[in-house]
């Protein structure tokens, strides 16, 4: 058990034990005092104006900390791990580097790392704490702080640009990421607080963040002592930084956490920009109407920056939001026009389920490979509406199965039991004669289907040849590969079906009119169905979370041609299984509606009066038009059948007079 310890008993001990001025009386006043006091005494300039709420948040949290590790008192994992997701212009840098010499002032012990994009970067925040620690007003209260270690022979060291060890036995020093993260130890000591500020930048391609992820995980944090405190004080930068991904849960860093503000703490509640037009012809965007979601939030700075970098960065900066559709792959793709619940699928279709009448197809991507970037198996199932249907040939994407470190046995196992029928739908979507198919009758045994299915086709990765016959001999499974796998196919079909037709209404969403006489969101041709309880939060494949995450990070990349360097865009080919998959099955152009029957089309073609047939009077006249469609049909078979005969002949004279030469 820990023994705990007053707050004058643990002065006393560590100046006895140091034989140093730790602290002076005043410290020991001004830390009774809280944190606020502390702060503006400490830095008046730094903290002039009143705390925000998720300043008062991060305070309150970390202020505790220190006083409960000064205690002696174990922290739990949750408490120590603490993400500061401020926007620009939030101080979240300058209570970052307080954060550290908090930690030297109340715990006088203590190794912190301060850890950036670059190096440069860190040593601007280590300079930062330097410049604070050396003030008059600092070193009244912490000489022991103010001061570098002595060292042996008695002469004094010097604070250096990437390190400073304090004569009370605390130290910071600053890396980059880049940097050797291992080599920031002093001594034995492992890291008591790691401080992550900046380590996101705006020109980070993919395979970077990924590096910058294996460097944190696997050597910052490892190289923590195990009750160390981490702060990730760090704007949202763009949709697929670190801070991002930790933030929304996209990687499993720091999953355990005390996320100041609960997420992403905008600069504003309420935000309305404007454009203005210049007398040279250029657009200026101006802050029309704002509520700051802190009361001395400086205003004019924001105006300032929106002015200088314009509205996509001033977005980026100040609310976390993201003009994410440059440079994607799906450029049309709108998540709250296209996604949609099986409950609006039914409230439309009738049903929870694809109809046994429509027509669909299986398209897969087989992997199994581990490391930097995974390689999954990826099944994906799409479904186009029948012509008889509310929205006669509509795309959905209603199932997505993801394997990892699954054989192909497993997988074609696991997809047959979605397959067939279930409490929900009675008829299977794919039919196979199971008795000749002893690996299938092992787990399904022999099942009375009385269904044609509906999936027409399996396609899937064109290398794969033994795991299509695998799946095609021992799991009835008919695949072929793929004809169309190369970078851009199915690309351009995606993003016809993706874009919305305003002039339509949404048929799954509520949908407006708007002032220039189209519908907010609008009516587009594919649709991607997921569980009820997952919209807008998917957890597993019934919610297509890895489709989701994969097609909303899909963008293209310069890929080199040449060896002169010559390069052409193309779509990324990190973490995009699931598309593969899907855009090869986009590319074929048969997967088109169930035909109407020819007793829908007569219904069809009948005039819209006769169709009710309310009166007698209309009944007559439905029947009488029966009678004439019956008769314009059967000559019009008629005569097809005869110009059929006709053109059959003219065949076989051509024939005779080919051999007669």
């Not at 290398?463 to 970078?487: C, I, N, Q, S, V």
């Not at 078979?637 to 030469?661: H, I, P, T, W």
Request: hydrophobic residues 35%; negative net charge; contains cysteine.
């Amino acid at each position: 058990m820990n023994h705990r310890i007053s707050d004058d008993e643990y002065y006393s001990e560590m100046i006895h034990y140091l034989g140093i001025g730790v602290v002076s009386p005043e410290a020991i006043a001004l830390e009774n005092e809280g944190w606020q006091t502390w702060l503006k005494t400490l830095a008046p300039r730094s903290f002039s104006a009143p705390f925000s709420k998720e300043h008062i948040q991060f305070w309150d949290h970390f202020w505790s900390i220190l006083m409960r590790r000064r205690r002696g008192e174990t922290i739990p994992p949750e408490e120590r791990d603490i993400i500061m997701p401020f926007s620009r212009g939030y101080g979240k840098s300058t209570n970052a580097e307080f954060a550290a010499i908090a930690e030297g002032c109340i715990l006088g012990k203590g190794l912190c790392l301060y850890l950036s994009d670059s190096q440069l970067l860190a040593e601007e925040h280590l300079f930062s704490i330097k410049a604070i620690i050396e003030t008059p007003v600092f070193a009244k209260y912490y000489p022991a702080m103010s001061r570098p270690k002595m060292l042996k022979g008695g002469t004094q060291a010097r604070f250096t640009q990437d390190a400073i060890i304090c004569e009370n036995g605390w130290a910071v020093v600053a890396r980059g990421l880049t940097a050797n993260v291992r080599g920031g130890r002093v001594g034995t000591d492992r890291f008591s607080l790691v401080v992550l500020d900046d380590i996101d930048n705006l020109t980070d391609s993919l395979a970077v963040i990924e590096k910058k992820k294996r460097i944190i995980s696997r050597t910052v944090f490892p190289a923590m002592s195990k009750d160390g405190v981490s702060i990730l004080a760090q704007n949202l930068i763009t949709k697929n930084s670190i801070a991002s991904q930790i933030l929304d849960g996209r990687t499993d860093i720091l999953s355990r956490r005390t996320v100041i503000g609960g997420g992403a703490v905008k600069a504003f509640s309420s935000l309305e920009l404007e454009p203005e037009q210049l007398p040279d012809g250029k657009t200026r965007w101006q802050i029309k109407h704002c509520v700051p979601t802190w009361a001395y939030f400086n205003l004019e700075d924001a105006r300032a920056f929106l002015a200088k970098s314009g509205k996509e960065a001033f977005l980026a900066e100040y609310q976390h939001e993201f003009d994410d559709r440059r440079g994607k792959c799906i450029s049309n793709y709108d998540p709250e026009a296209q996604v949609i619940t099986w409950s609006e699928f039914q409230r439309v279709f009738k049903v929870r389920y694809i109809p046994e009448h429509w027509r669909a197809v299986c398209g897969v991507d087989i992997g199994y490979s581990d490391g930097q970037h995974p390689h999954y198996s990826a099944w994906m199932f799409l479904a186009v509406a029948a012509q008889n249907s509310p929205l006669p040939g509509a795309q959905f994407v209603y199932r997505s199965k993801v394997f990892q470190h699954k054989s192909i046995d497993d997988q074609a196992i696991e997809v047959w039991r979605d397959l067939l029928p279930s409490s929900e739908r009675e008829f299977a979507e794919y039919v196979a004669d199971f008795s000749e198919f002893p690996a299938l009758q092992e787990h399904f045994g022999v099942p009375e289907i009385a269904s044609n299915g509906l999936i027409q086709s399996f396609q899937m990765s064109h290398e794969r040849t033994g795991e299509m016959l695998t799946l095609r001999t021992r799991y009835g499974l008919p695949f072929a590969k793929f004809k169309h796998w190369k970078a851009h196919d199915g690309i351009a079909q995606w993003n016809t079906l993706s874009l919305a037709d305003r002039t339509k209404p949404n048929p799954f969403k509520i949908d407006q009119i708007e002032e220039d006489g189209k519908y907010e969101i609008g009516r587009p041709g594919l649709y991607y169905i997921v569980d009820d309880d997952q919209y807008g939060d998917p957890r597993d494949e019934r919610g297509l979370k890895t489709f989701l995450r994969q097609l909303e990070n899909w963008n293209y990349v310069p890929v080199e041609i040449t060896k002169t360097g010559l390069t052409e865009e193309k779509p990324s080919k990190v973490d995009d299984d699931t598309l593969d998959a899907l855009k090869a099955l986009l590319q074929y152009i048969y997967l088109e509606p169930t035909p109407l029957t020819e007793q829908e089309q007569v219904f069809e073609r009948m005039p819209e009066v006769l169709k009710e047939a309310a009166t007698p009077d209309a009944r007559q006249q439905r029947g009488y038009w029966l009678q004439q469609e019956e008769k314009r049909i059967r000559i019009e078979k008629e005569r097809q059948a005869r110009s059929n005969v006709m053109a059959l002949g003219d065949a076989l004279d051509n024939f005779d007079r080919m051999r007669g030469r």
